[in-house]
């Protein structure tokens, strides 16, 4: 089929923040087309209103508008669902984008969100052979507690679908990595959205039929009461004719005999049309009835479908909600995947980092940097990024940690240093301000005492305690050597 590829749609199941095009794989796509030619890959659906949208060969087509294209001979299927659209693009993911880390990452999210929309929508049937409704049962009731969308249940559909290289092992670190990242919980509240957003639309289209049933029987009910009007107007006028024609027999009666064949005639004929008549208002009114029926019972069988969908979008909100209290971001998938391409290479970044003391030292905005500083270590090395090893990963994030230890050893002892001078800084100020106070006050009361001295009667003996001429002298020694301190 012809197809204009400006106007081509991408696959509405496949996560862009979670496997982005590559602009590298375009660019060596529209070198290969332009020599070559297109010759094809991309498979498509067309959905009711006309629309196309990409299953598998996205590159290709944005590879093919950036070498000139404008229309292209693409395979295209009217009748692939959402279950379809996820199968052709985890197949092209596992065959021909090999072990890429967000292709991986890609295909467990595509799953997840149909997994995810079917179980609430009471659909996993439909994806899964021989799935019982006990098990589909079941498995809601851990979708919408704490468990989510496990590794089994994605496992499952990539082998039921024959997906290859997507076992337990690949599938787990990949679910790993969209729960560290927060998208696993972005991807269930967007499909709670989605389940909202179909049930508005069911409570309009059930609106638009319960107008339109009303309208159809407003419209039955004006048909049959014109039908009634004519049918009495008709019998009006056939009892005024026969009225009529009795009073011009009985005047014609002896002069018109010979005519009373015809007359026969005319009245069973009269007769026959109006039942004819009759017949065709019964046809009428039972073909009103059965349209009337029709619509009353498309009407139920929506109701029924919105009160479904309304139930899978309390089911589908419970999720969202779940995973949002769970979702802790931990990891940056998505700038960590720009450097390291290899899935294996992220996921043993996303162990290493998210543990130990590098958890400790790292926030997660830290993450993608440090994916970038051993990309550019592995290049000074001459080790091709897609040959950089777990070992390798490892060594630099040791590294990394260690420095950010000593970096953060120097800046604890100078805190340490610092918090030190501080405390001896205000016992200073403190033991200061209180001998200020002290002195302030021995010096108030030192005036009145010479004053009294001043004062006092002659011949009469002055009596200094022994008590305060040992302290004033104590006092003495003490000031002078504070006075010695600060002059010095």
């Known amino acids: 089929m012809l197809v204009n590829l400006r106007t081509i749609q991408p696959n509405p199941m496949r996560d862009f923040s979670i496997d982005p095009i590559d602009d590298e794989v375009v660019e060596s796509l529209r070198q290969s087309i332009e020599e070559d030619g297109f010759w094809g890959g991309v498979v498509c659906r067309e959905l009711p209103d006309g629309t196309i949208q990409t299953g598998a060969g996205h590159h290709r087509i944005r590879a093919a508008i950036a070498a000139g294209l404008t229309h292209a001979d693409l395979y295209v299927v009217p009748h692939f669902d959402d279950s379809d659209m996820v199968r052709v693009y985890t197949r092209e993911n596992a065959t021909q984008r090999g072990n890429s880390g967000t292709a991986l990452a890609g295909s467990v999210a595509a799953a997840l969100r149909l997994i995810a929309k079917a179980a609430f929508t009471g659909n996993l049937s439909r994806i899964y052979d021989k799935f019982t409704q006990r098990s589909e049962d079941s498995a809601i009731g851990r979708i919408t507690k704490a468990e989510g969308v496990g590794e089994p249940l ?12 997507m076992g337990e ?23 709670q959205e989605d389940i909202e957003s179909e049930r508005e639309a069911a409570r309009q289209q059930a609106e638009r039929e319960r107008q339109e049933l009303e309208e159809k029987k407003q419209a039955t009910r004006e048909a049959e009461a014109r039908r009634q009007a004519a049918a009495e107007n008709e ?19 002896e002069r018109e005999r010979a005519d009373a064949e015809a007359r026969q005639r005319r009245a069973e004929e009269e007769e026959a049309q109006e039942a004819l008549k009759r017949k065709e208002e019964e046809a ?3 073909s009103l009835d059965r349209e009337r029926q029709e619509l ?54 996303r162990e290493q980092i998210t543990r130990g003391l590098a958890a400790q030292y790292y926030r997660v905005e830290d993450h993608e940097p440090l994916a970038a500083r ?4 592995a290049r000074q090395s001459k080790i091709h990024h897609e040959r950089i090893t777990a ?4 060594a630099c994030i040791e590294k990394e940690v260690w420095a950010a230890r000593q970096a953060a050893a120097a800046v604890s002892r100078e805190e340490e240093r610092q ?26 009361a030192s005036h009145k005492l010479q004053t009294l001295h001043e004062e006092w009667p002659d011949g009469l003996s002055f009596p200094f305690l022994e008590g305060f001429t040992q302290a004033l002298r104590q006092a003495k020694e003490d000031i002078d050597r504070l006075v010695e301190r600060v002059d010095g």
Request: no cysteine; hydrophobic share 40%.
């Open 154 to 165: 994605l496992t499952r559909f990539f082998h039921e679908h024959h997906i290859p290289n």
């Open 296 to 349: 009353e019972a498309k009407h139920r069988a929506t109701e029924a479908e919105r009160q479904k969908s309304e139930a899978a979008a309390i089911k589908a909100r419970e999720a969202a909600e779940k995973a949002e209290e769970q979702a802790k971001r931990t990891f940056d998938f998505e700038g960590v995947s720009r450097h390291l391409k290899n899935a294996h290479q992220i996921s043993t970044f």
């Open 169 to 191: 092992s690949t599938v787990r670190q990949q679910l790993a990595n969209l729960k560290a990242s927060g998208a696993y919980a972005r991807i269930m509240t967007e499909v």
């Open 374 to 377: 051993i990309v550019e270590k």
């Open 391 to 394: 070992d390798f990963i490892k």
């Open 235 to 253: 019998r009006r006028k056939q009892q005024e004719a026969k009225r009529a024609a009795a009073e011009k027999r009985a005047a014609r009666e």
């Open 419 to 444: 918090r030190l001078e501080e405390s001896y800084v205000a016992d200073a100020n403190r033991w200061q301000e209180e001998i200020a106070r002290h002195f302030r006050a021995i010096r108030a």
């Open 284 to 286: 009428l009114r039972e």
